[in-house]
């Protein structure tokens, strides 16, 4: 499919363009959609999805508009195709289109996401709407960070079905001689075929203990045939796969027999169907398996800076780098106390000027006040030798007094923010 660019010119003949134009508010999303929509949305942006032979797609400017008034207006894909078919505003929205104008199938939205996952910049529809914010001064220097379980949609696998499923993977996508090869040191009755848990009495401890005995023993005869060996990516993902479920899940006793450890291992795979899912804690009595979205948030403007989405055992401030780059880039800049080793070691794994903490009943010191007109790298403490920072609540160091910060200060400085959970990076120093 080739890149179908959309019409330079707007149709002559929709007499109802200046009818919008005349009816809809100069700042409403359609408005600034129709004036700025060929500067944010050129179809130059969206070439690198397409092939250079091929019928001509619709046009990606249209495409790209009518996806952000989807979120906009909370429509499923369906419903998003039809207002674009019947309301005269989508139509001017999208660059003046005629009554007349065909519309398209909602898989083409499905389409035009497949084709930015897989590109090199997928969030570029993102970017240039935050681009927009960014020049109407909607932006600031201060972010609220949050989080979200992502539940997974697979099942979580006891250690008998992990260790078998990653037997079958990796003979199903090892080469035929090799499989064969593989299949010859196990010495279970079991061709590793069919799907599920092997026939055993789980009521017996003993025929347990004998199965993951057995189980072990086949895994630990493959790897040790796969080692040395020069194999492809896939064959040495799912070696890889195996070697990390029987690692985490069990271990050879005193006497030679492989059993269940006790405990969970931190970065346990809970599905060879999905192998990056992890066990996750919301709150310490709030567990979930999967995945954890991550947002960065203006907290005055309230529009999304960033998002991110790790494995659900990451914590919050692990991602603060990631989703705050600018705000990082510009406390970096400044050279002062704790943030001049921020992202380095302890201190950035740390990061609690953007964690959850809580102000309250507590003011920066005539220390911490009197940081910010310290020249850059002027009298700063070291890491570590001023108030201690605890998610919810902030505590003094040694010698200091009103909940004061050695380092220049980095907690905020405003009495109306007190009592406010949110991470946000206060004034810059």
């Known amino acids: 499919m080739t890149l179908g660019p959309a019409s330079p010119t707007e149709d002559v003949f929709a007499w109802w363009s200046p009818l919008c134009r005349d009816r809809l508010a100069p700042n409403s999303l359609y408005a600034l959609l129709y004036r700025e929509g060929p500067r944010l949305f050129p179809d130059e942006d969206f070439a690198d999805l397409y092939a250079d032979i091929g019928r001509r797609s619709v046009p990606p400017r249209v495409v790209a508009v009518v996806m952000v008034?989807?979120?906009?207006?909370?429509?499923?894909?369906?419903?998003?195709?039809?207002?674009?078919?019947?309301?005269?505003?989508?139509?001017?929205?999208?660059?003046?289109?005629?009554?007349?104008?065909?519309?398209?199938?909602?898989?083409?939205?499905?389409?035009?996401?497949?084709?930015?996952?897989?590109?090199?910049?997928?969030?570029?529809?993102?970017?240039?709407v935050l681009g927009v914010a960014r020049e109407a001064g909607?932006?600031?220097?201060?972010?609220?960070?949050?989080?979200?379980?992502?539940?997974?949609?697979?099942?979580?696998?006891?250690?008998?079905?992990?260790?078998?499923?990653?037997?079958?993977?990796?003979?199903?996508?090892?080469?035929?001689?090799?499989?064969?090869?593989?299949?010859?040191?196990?010495?279970?009755?079991?061709?590793?075929?069919?799907?599920?848990?092997?026939?055993?009495?789980?009521?017996?401890?003993?025929?347990?203990?004998?199965?993951?005995?057995?189980?072990?023993?086949?895994?630990?005869?493959?790897?040790?045939?796969?080692?040395?060996?020069?194999?492809?990516?896939?064959?040495?993902?799912?070696?890889?796969?195996?070697?990390?479920?029987?690692?985490?899940?069990?271990?050879?006793?005193?006497?030679?027999?492989?059993?269940?450890?006790?405990?969970?291992?931190k970065e346990r795979i809970l599905s060879t169907v999905d192998p990056e899912a992890r066990h996750g804690h919301k709150t310490a009595a709030r567990s979930f398996d999967g995945y954890k979205g991550h947002i960065a948030v203006d907290p005055d403007s309230e529009i999304i800076t960033a998002t991110e989405v790790t494995p659900g055992n990451a914590a919050d401030g692990s991602v603060a780098c990631a989703l705050c780059p600018d705000v990082f880039a510009q406390a970096l800049g400044n050279g002062v106390g704790f943030w001049g080793r921020i992202c380095d070691g302890k201190a950035r794994r740390a990061a609690f000027c953007l964690r959850r903490w809580s102000v309250r009943n507590h003011r920066v010191g005539a220390e911490a006040r009197a940081g910010r007109h310290r020249s850059p790298g002027e009298g700063a403490a070291p890491v570590g030798s001023g108030g201690k920072v605890r998610q919810g609540r902030l505590r003094r160091g040694p010698g200091q007094k009103d909940g004061a910060l050695s380092g220049g200060g980095a907690c905020g400085d405003s009495a109306k923010r007190r009592g406010r959970r949110h991470c946000e990076l206060r004034k810059m120093l």
């Open 69 to 128: 008034l989807q979120r906009f207006e909370g429509l499923s894909d369906r419903e998003a195709v039809d207002r674009l078919t019947f309301d005269l505003r989508w139509k001017y929205a999208c660059g003046g289109l005629g009554v007349d104008a065909p519309g398209f199938v909602h898989t083409v939205l499905v389409d035009m996401r497949a084709r930015l996952r897989k590109s090199a910049r997928p969030n570029r529809i993102f970017e240039a």
């Open 138 to 265: 909607l932006i600031g220097r201060k972010r609220v960070l949050d989080s979200t379980p992502l539940y997974d949609a697979v099942t979580t696998q006891d250690t008998v079905t992990l260790v078998r499923s990653a037997i079958r993977t990796l003979l199903k996508v090892a080469p035929e001689r090799l499989a064969a090869q593989l299949r010859a040191v196990c010495k279970r009755d079991d061709d590793y075929v069919a799907p599920g848990k092997p026939v055993c009495d789980w009521q017996d401890a003993a025929a347990r203990e004998a199965l993951i005995d057995a189980l072990s023993r086949d895994a630990e005869a493959i790897l040790g045939v796969l080692s040395g060996q020069s194999l492809a990516l896939e064959v040495a993902q799912a070696a890889q796969l195996l070697s990390t479920v029987v690692g985490q899940d069990v271990q050879a006793g005193a006497d030679g027999v492989f059993r269940i450890v006790q405990g969970v291992a």
